[in-house]
C-alpha cells in the first residue's frame, strides 16, 4: 500500500548491501530511500509498506499544481509596427515591358491593380 501524502525523508547511512537507509523509521521498521540518493540528501517521499521495511518512491511532482511563471524571452514588441505605417506601402515598383512579339505586359494587370485599390 502506498501512502497518500508524500513524506520527507532525511538519508542517514548507506547499508552493506549498498541500500540508502532514512534516518526516520515507521512503525519500527526501517525506511530503504531510492538507490540514487547519498547520505545527508533529504527527500520529498510516498512510502510502500513491503512487510520488513518501508520502501520509499520519489513523490511525483507533476500531479501538483504550481501557479504560471511569466516566460523570460527577447523583447518582441515593436516587432512588425511598421506594418501598419500608411507611408510605408505608397511606393511600388513595377515597369511595364514589351513582350517578344511587340505586345505590352502589365496594362491590363496595372488597370486591374489600379481599380481594386479604390
Known sequence: MVSPSP????????????NAIAQERLNGKTIHAPASAEVGDTLEVKLVDRGRYFEARLADRLDEVHPRQPSVGPNTSDIGKDLLNPGRNRKHSYSVSKSITGETIGQELRGWVASRKH
Open 7 to 18: 513524506t520527507t525523508v532525511t538519508v542517514d547511512r548507506i547499508s552493506n548491501g549498498g
